[in-house]
């Protein structure tokens, strides 16, 4: 049976407010949290970086700005040392920061905007992957090279994301398909298909027997595959289009990000439990979790990044 409660703004603490701009934030990344709490990045509609220091939520501060592009950030991502991140553009430039001593450095440029980008190990090398257009680009940072490309899709690529663990990518699109890839050897493995629209946001998540990828798109679903056998295990309709999903490990949730401000939080180890809340009326533009999945950052299309702690909703799960 599907819960469903429009939770009160009282479960979640709004601890602190920042405006990093009046342009719209695009994109929040941040270091899982066994690597490195201390940074945070956003990137914003008017092509800037900028650098979070975080010790907890109440001493976060902005400590660096970094002009890239005139073009907006389309795409943002840490490399797990976390003294690299690498930022993509609507206008194809991918840029390599490094946060050691913040500089940046255009790597490449591709046709289209750079709508994801993911790393992978291949072949026992770290590359970069970036979709742009309708294609799958694998991009050695060290000699900034593009080292080749997938034709993916029939539209555009609209988000990547990769599992060490399994060795699988994933792919998503305005074609309304997802594709599982194997990148050592360029091959697809597998096409899902269930969507009607074209999807936005895709994530693997875990349970404790199975292995799924969960995608949100603008037809106001969003569905669940297993991926042990390649079948649509779940299907649910939204309130509205769902614009970004994210798994939380600690949670063993999926958190849906939904166009309207609404969320829905999505129990992975039981399968019909759903919630839906709203936590006030913002249009958000980027989500993220980090420390351990008790804090959810929110960027708006104000500009503003809210830093919420969510350990008060755990005791309605």
């Known amino acids: 049976m599907i819960q469903r409660h429009h939770l009160p703004l009282k479960n979640w603490d709004l601890v602190l407010k920042k405006t990093v701009s009046s342009d719209q934030i695009q994109k929040i990344s941040c270091l899982e949290p066994a690597l490195d709490k201390e940074h945070l990045i956003t990137g914003s509609s008017l092509g800037n970086l900028t650098f979070w220091k975080y010790a907890d939520l109440l001493n976060i501060s902005e400590y660096k700005d970094m002009k890239i592009s005139h073009s907006p950030i389309s795409s943002l991502i840490y490399l797990n040392d976390g003294?690299?991140?690498?930022?993509?553009?609507e206008d194809g430039n991918i840029s390599k920061i490094d946060i050691t001593i913040f500089t940046a450095k255009s790597i490449t440029k591709l046709d289209f905007s750079i709508k994801a980008l993911t790393y992978a190990l291949i072949n026992d090398k770290l590359n970069l992957i970036a979709a742009?257009?309708?294609?799958?680009?694998?991009?050695?940072?060290?000699?900034?090279?593009?080292?080749?490309?997938?034709?993916?899709?029939?539209?555009t690529i609209t988000d990547l994301v990769y599992n060490q663990r399994k060795e699988i990518l994933a792919s998503c699109s305005e074609d309304k398909t997802i594709k599982l890839w194997n990148l050592e050897n360029k091959q697809p493995l597998g096409i899902l298909t269930g969507h009607v629209q074209g999807i936005n946001s895709i994530c693997f998540a875990f349970s404790q027997k199975n292995f799924y990828i969960v995608s949100c798109a603008k037809d106001s679903y969003i569905t669940f595959w297993n991926l042990s056998d390649k079948n649509l295990n779940r299907i649910e309709k939204m309130s509205s289009i769902g614009e970004k999903v994210i798994y939380v490990n600690d949670k063993k949730?999926?958190?849906?990000?939904n166009k309207n401000g609404i969320f829905s939080l999505w129990n992975i180890e039981k399968e019909n439990e759903k919630k839906e809340f709203s936590i006030q009326k913002s249009v958000y533009s980027a989500v993220t979790y980090f420390e351990d999945g008790r804090n959810l950052v929110l960027g708006n299309k104000n500009g503003v990044l809210e830093f919420w702690n969510t350990a008060a909703e755990e005791q309605t799960l």
């Open 83 to 89: 003294k690299i991140a690498f930022c993509g553009c």
């Open 132 to 155: 742009s257009g309708t294609k799958i680009y694998e991009i050695d940072y060290i000699k900034e090279k593009v080292l080749g490309s997938i034709n993916a899709h029939d539209n």
């Open 253 to 257: 949730s999926v958190i849906c990000i």
